[in-house]
C-alpha cells in the first residue's frame, strides 16, 4: 500500500456481533472484530468508516413478516434503530482498546450520537477517528448493504469491504450445501442474473450504476483484514 492514505469502508452484519447467530452482542465475536480492526489501523495508513447491521437486535422483514403482517415503514426503522444499539456498543469497545470513533447516525438521537453529514463525516476521516454510521440510510426500504455502497459513493470511498463468516461468494449458502461452488470473480451484472444472495440486490444494482466494486470475504479468520487491505487475493470480489 502507498503512503498516501486510503479509506476503506466495511459493512458488518449484525449477526456477525451475537456469536453464532443469536441474540445481542456477545464479547468473543466483539474482541475479535475490534483487535482486528486495531492491528490494521496501526499497521497500515487507512481511514475507516464502518456500517453494521441490526440482525442481532431484530430484523425488519422479519417484523413485516411475523408481526406486523404488512409492508410498513415502521419495521424498517425500527431495524434502523436496531442498528443504532450495536454502534454505540462498538463505539465504546473501540475506545477501550485505545482506537477513538465516532457514531453518526441517519436518524437523530443526539444523546448518544452525532447526526450524519458527510463533510463531517470526512473531516473525522480526516483526523484519524473510524467513522461508525449508523440509522441505515434514514429512508424505509433500504438495507444496510445499500447503506454500504450509498455512504461509499458520498465520501468517496474506492475500496468497499463485506466481512462475513464464510470465505466470499458462492452459488449458494456454503454452511447449508456442501455443494455450493465458490466464485472468486463476478461481474454486477452476472451477480444480478444469478440471483445470488450475499449482498441486496438492490445495493449491487447502485454498486453497478457507480463503478464500485465489492470484496466479500472472512471477517473471522485472524488476519484476513488486514491482507485484504494490502492487496491480498482474499475472498471474492464484485465488479
Known sequence: MNQE????????SGESLSGQGKFGISRPPLEFMIHEIQTAMETLNIGLAIVIGGGNILRGADLKKNVFE???????YMGMLATMINCVGFKKKLKQHGVESRVMSAIRCDDVCEP???EVALSHLEKGRVVILAGGSGMPNLSTDMTMVM??????IQTVLKGTKVDGIYT???INNLN?????QISHDDYLALNLKIINFEA?????EHHIPIRVFNFFKEGNLRQVLVGKNIGSVIR
Do not use: C, M, Q, S
Not at 455450493?180 to 472468486?184: E, L, Q, R
Open 5 to 12: 492514505k486510503e479509506t476503506v469502508l466495511l459493512k458488518i
Open 70 to 76: 404488512e409492508d410498513t415503514a415502521a419495521a424498517d
Open 116 to 118: 450524519y453529514h458527510y
Open 151 to 156: 455512504r461509499a459513493k458520498e465520501l468517496e
Open 172 to 174: 449458494e449458502n456454503p
Open 180 to 184: 455450493a461452488v465458490f466464485i472468486p
Open 204 to 208: 449491487v444494482g447502485f454498486a453497478r
